[in-house]
């Protein structure tokens, strides 16, 4: 009897040691997983991606020098003119001595009504910009071409054309521009055989820089 018994826990001897050492596994790798973990006890928390780096703004381009809508003349005045229109050009273009000269510039808002040296509504801001351009750079001389339809008669389209050129001038000499420094001339036709009406090419006026 006793000799069964004996022989009955050395059977089990192997039993316990094996769970006694499954035992010990499980228990460090709980500790290993507690000591790894961050605070609060969340696991398997992927950490964010860097943030990326804001692009380096590109430079201004040379043929582009004003990136705001807003230009800064000699005398301290600020314009509000426009990325990109005749006036932000025309500055440029005075400012910059490589610039070759003469140049033309072209307003689209120095345009006439039909048969008519009546500039449109839109003109005056134009002019008033114009003017404020000239007068901050008081050596600069320009000209200004007018142009007219080619239908009808050509003698008339000629003095229209050259009556169109003056009356530009006079609104800038109004403004304040010394008139010795605007000389004026007819220009071509814009659409060969194309009536005024409808066609604001043949109804324009243009500036061209002579001088800085």
Same mark, same amino acid.
């Given at each position: ?11 089990? #001897? ?82 910059? #001595?490589?610039? *070759? ?19 449109? &509504? !839109?003109?005056?801001?134009?002019? !008033? !910009? ?9 050596? &600069? ?6 142009? &007219?339809?080619?239908?009808? &008669? *050509? ?13 530009? #001038? ?43």
């Amino acid at each position: 009897m006793a000799a069964n018994l004996i022989g009955e826990r050395s059977s089990w #001897k192997p039993i316990l040691a094996a769970a006694a050492v499954l035992g010990m596994v499980i228990v460090g790798i709980v500790a290993s997983a507690h000591h790894h973990a961050p605070a609060g006890g969340v696991t398997n928390v992927q950490s964010p991606a860097p943030a990326l780096e804001a692009p380096t703004a590109a430079p201004p381009s040379a043929t582009r020098p004003f990136a705001s809508a807003w230009i800064t003349l000699p005398n301290g005045r600020t314009l509000d003119v426009g990325t990109g229109t005749a006036e932000e050009r025309l500055t440029w273009a005075l400012t910059e #001595k490589e610039v *070759p000269l003469p140049r033309t510039f072209r307003f689209d808002e120095l345009t006439f009504a039909p048969g008519s040296t009546e500039l449109g &509504s !839109d003109a005056d801001e134009t002019l !008033d !910009d114009l003017a404020a351009v000239l007068d901050a750079y008081p050596s &600069s001389r320009v000209r200004i071409e007018a142009h &007219s339809g080619k239908v009808g &008669s *050509p003698a008339v389209n000629r003095a229209l054309a050259a009556s169109r050129a003056r009356a530009v #001038k006079e609104k800038l000499v109004a403004r304040g521009i010394a008139a010795d420094r605007i000389d004026t001339t007819r220009g071509g036709q814009a659409r060969a055989g194309r009536a005024e009406a409808g066609n604001a090419a043949n109804r324009r006026a243009e500036v061209v820089l002579l001088r800085r």
